[in-house]
């Protein structure tokens, strides 16, 4: 079946640790996305890439970093920068269908969830 | 800028009524995307409906319904008939522009709460 997998599922960090969180799609879809999601609020934008060896940051890119070296692969990468990382972390994606995009829905993964001791 | 209203942070519902969550959204685009998610306690996105902004109908799939209200700049996730498994918070996201290009990227609304009651 196809699908995004997330994992690890629960990740726990120590401060001042960098931690890289897992999403593999398998739809042929062109593009990928990272949200983070605190308690009881929407879900916020970190980074998004459109093709391989290509990303954006979106609107909480600070203390995050991602890459693109395959189609199937968008890791992020939790860095000690990033003040405040215990959230849960989706990973998305979706056909890329440029401007006549439409319907882009996007497809979302189970989620990590990462709490920092 | 782009930005989703959801005004109901939780809602309750008895099982086989229908019930309505609010929606309204502010934007100065011509065309956009209007979508509604459900995330159940696991936590996995679920697609449920999506309104395009030029699209006359308002969109339906299966128990749900969305009334767009396009002067008014709301969109109403109307679910039909709720069952126990509707239990879950629901978000509105509208797909947002970026200049000259479609990016993908949706914007969420902070959710609501919706408890079905037996």
């Known amino acids: 079946d196809g699908g995004i997998t997330q994992s690890p599922k629960y990740l726990f960090r120590k401060e001042g640790q960098n931690v890289t969180l897992s999403c593999e799609q398998n739809?042929?879809?062109?593009?990928m996305y990272w949200y983070r999601q605190d308690p009881g609020q929407g879900l916020r934008l970190i980074y998004y890439?459109?093709?391989?060896?290509?990303?954006q940051k979106g609107d909480i890119a600070e203390g995050y970093s991602v890459s693109r070296e395959k189609k199937e692969s968008f890791p992020l990468t939790v860095t000690s920068a990033q003040k405040n990382p215990t959230a849960f972390y989706l990973c998305?994606?979706?056909?890329?269908?440029?401007?006549?995009?439409?319907?882009?829905?996007?497809?979302f993964g189970a989620g990590s969830r990462l709490t920092v001791l | 800028a782009q930005k989703i209203t959801q005004t109901q942070p939780g809602m309750f519902v008895q099982e086989k009524e229908a019930v309505t969550l609010d929606c309204t959204y502010d934007?100065?685009?011509?065309?956009?995307?209007l979508f509604w998610y459900k995330q159940p306690s696991s936590g996995e996105m679920i697609f449920l409906i999506y309104?395009?902004?030029?699209?006359?109908q308002n969109a339906t799939e299966g128990r749900y319904s969305l009334n767009f209200q396009k002067a008014r700049k709301s969109a109403n996730l109307v679910i039909s008939a709720s069952q126990l498994g509707d239990s879950a918070m629901y978000f509105c996201?509208?797909?947002?522009?970026?200049?000259?290009?479609?990016?993908?990227?949706?914007?969420f609304g902070q959710g609501t709460t919706l408890q079905v009651k037996p």
């Open positions: 309104q395009g902004s030029y699209d006359e």
């Open positions: 934007t100065s685009d011509q065309s956009y995307g």
């Open positions: 739809l042929n879809h062109d593009a």
């Open positions: 890439s459109q093709i391989v060896n290509d990303f």
């Open positions: 996201a509208m797909r947002e522009d970026d200049g000259s290009s479609n990016t993908g990227k949706l914007i």
């Open positions: 998305a994606s979706s056909v890329w269908m440029g401007v006549l995009a439409g319907a882009n829905v996007l497809t």
